[in-house]
């Protein structure tokens, strides 16, 4: 039983990133695939489809880096807001921060005394960690961290980019959009299931739904590819 809820610890700990590094390389697997794709259905030779790919790559990871950063800075400065109005009210109504701390623990299941009594020790212990984690829904296990969150956008869509790219670099240019496609679907799969298992959804649904846009975008970009291509040409 001890060994059961140590591990669910741990998961708790890293559900948040775990998924956010799921999609991230999901994003830069499906975007940088899909534009060596189109880029090799244009006619392009084996240097330019390496260059767009290798600029899709770095474009691509520094755009999830600056907005994963916005994002959660956003939501960072949120819960300081929070936290500080939360530090002024038990400062100027104590009274009222416990009767609410006393109403929640009601809310969830305890009779009022028992409430009164719970609310009134963790208001001694830490009132304001308190009413962060059970009235904000603020802990440590979610607290937003922005450079955290920007460096593993960016690391994971660059590990997910790089999968499409090495393919395109081995194989004989005329297969590079086929082999590109298929081996990306692969990796979308694999993501895909990975993605679902970390958010306890079911593992060869969550496969299916993103090889299936994942090809659904490889195919768009490449038939834009042969449309210009030939135009071009």
Known sequence: MSRLSHSEI?????????????????????STASLIVGVAAAGSGKPEVLIAGLAGLVAGAMSMAAGEYVSVSSQTDAE???IARETRELEETPEAELEELTRIYVDR???RDLAA?????????????????????????VTARPIQAALVS????????????????????????????????????????????????????????????????????????????????
């Open 10 to 30: 741990h998961m708790v700990h890293r559900i948040g990133w775990l998924r956010a590094a799921v999609l991230g390389a999901n994003d830069g697997l499906v």
């Open 154 to 233: 960016a690391l994971t869509f660059a590990m997910g980019a790089a999968l499409p790219l090495i393919v395109a670099l081995l194989v004989p240019e005329a297969r590079i959009g086929l082999l590109v496609a298929a081996s990306s679907i692969v990796g979308l799969a694999i993501l895909g299931g990975l993605g679902a298992s970390a958010g306890g959804a079911g593992v060869v649904r969550g496969a299916m739904r993103v090889t299936f846009w994942g090809a659904l975008a490889m195919a768009a970009t490449a038939a834009i590819g042969a449309v210009f291509g030939v135009t071009v040409g």
């Open 109 to 111: 299941g305890l009779d």
């Open 80 to 82: 300081r807001a929070d």
């Open 117 to 141: 009594q719970v609310a009134q020790q963790l208001t001694e212990r830490d009132a304001l960690g308190s009413h962060a984690r059970d009235e904000l829904g603020i802990s440590e296990t």
